[in-house]
C-alpha cells in the first residue's frame, strides 16, 4: 500500500510526517486513515504540538490532491517555496508547507467530550510544554 513515518523536527514538541502511497491504492481512503492514526498518536501519545507536512511533487494535479487531503484533515497551509528541493535527477522541485497544531487536532479529530478538569489539565500541559519550548529557544540564542 505504501507507509507513513514520524520524524524529529527542528523545534522541540514538532514531528515531520511523511506519506507514500502507491498509485494503485490511491484515492481509496488509506491514506487518510493511516494520516488520522499517526496524528492520533502524534498528538495523544507522544504529546506532540505540531505536526508539519512538506509536499514536493511536480505533478501539479497530484500536488494539489495531496494538499487537498491534508486541507480536509486539518492541515493549513504555511508556505509555498520556489525551487527548494533538489532531486538527485537534477531538478529542483517547488515544496508546500502544512501543519496542524495539537490544538486543531483537538477540533479535527472530534474528540470526545471532555470533563472540565480534563481540559483544565490539557490546557496546563500544553502552556507548560510551550513555557519549556520557549526556555530551550532562548537558551539557543
Known amino acids: 500500500l505504501g507507509f507513513i ?14 506519506v507514500i502511497v502507491s498509485p494503485n491504492y490511491r484515492r481509496q481512503g488509506y491514506a487518510t486513515q ?31 490532491s495531496t494538499v487537498r487531503l491534508f486541507a480536509s484533515i486539518g492541515f493549513e497551509r504555511e508556505a509555498y517555496s520556489r525551487c527548494a528541493l533538489f532531486e538527485p535527477s537534477g531538478e529542483w522541485r517547488d515544496v508546500i508547507t502544512m501543519s496542524m497544531l495539537d ?7 472530534r474528540a470526545p467530550v471532555l470533563s472540565i478538569v480534563e481540559i483544565r489539565r490539557r ?11 520557549r526556555d530551550e529557544l532562548l537558551a539557543l540564542e
Request: net charge neutral.
Open 5 to 18: 513515518y514520524l520524524t524529529p523536527a527542528a523545534f522541540p514538541g514538532s514531528l515531520n510526517l511523511g
Open 34 to 64: 493511516a494520516i488520522r492514526l499517526v496524528l492520533n498518536f502524534a498528538f495523544h501519545e507522544l504529546n506532540c504540538h505540531r505536526v508539519e507536512v512538506r509536499i514536493a511533487d511536480n505533478n501539479k494535479r497530484h500536488r494539489s
Open 103 to 109: 490544538t486543531s487536532w483537538a477540533y479535527f479529530s
Open 123 to 133: 490546557w496546563d500541559d500544553m502552556f507548560s510544554r510551550h513555557d519549556s519550548e
